[in-house]
Nanobody, 125 residues
Framework: QVQLVESGGGLVQAGGSLRLSCAAS????????MAWFRQASGKEREFVVG????????AYADSVKGRFTISRDNAKNTVYLQMNSLKPEDTAVYYC??????????????????WGQGTQVTVSS
């Protein structure tokens, strides 16, 4: 089992920045991939960004490329999502997720057995 706890959400004006954190516990993460998803009100949950824990390889949704950056801290077992140049359309509940590494596409929600509780990000115009 992997337990995930997100933090760092809040209210920010358009153009501002936020940093989300996802603290993981329960397993060594070297065999896992971590990802951030988001779900806006009335919409489906969508992939935002992912990172392979061991190699540090990343993948980004086109909508956030150049604005969001994912990183990890091995010592703290924590994944971060730095969000810059935020837009109102980034408003959503952001979820941290984990899955074992393997031949699967990043956006496939069904492949992630572990999820955090979510943290709200609201960007005002």
């Amino acid at each position: 089992q992997v337990q995930l706890v997100e933090s760092g959400g809040g209210l920010v004006q358009a153009g501002g920045s936020l940093r989300l954190s996802c603290a993981a516990s329960g397993r060594t993460l070297s065999s896992y991939a971590m990802a951030w998803f988001r779900q806006a009100s009335g919409k489906e949950r969508e992939f935002v960004v992912g990172i392979r824990w061991s190699s540090g390889g990343t993948a980004y949704a086109d909508s956030v490329k150049g604005r969001f950056t994912i990183s990890r801290d091995n010592a703290k077992n924590t994944v971060y999502l730095q969000m810059n140049s935020l837009k109102p359309e980034d408003t959503a509940v952001y979820y941290c997720a984990a899955r074992l590494l393997g031949p699967t596409s990043w956006p496939n929600l069904d492949r992630y057995p572990y999820w955090g509780q979510g943290t709200q990000v609201t960007v005002s115009s």
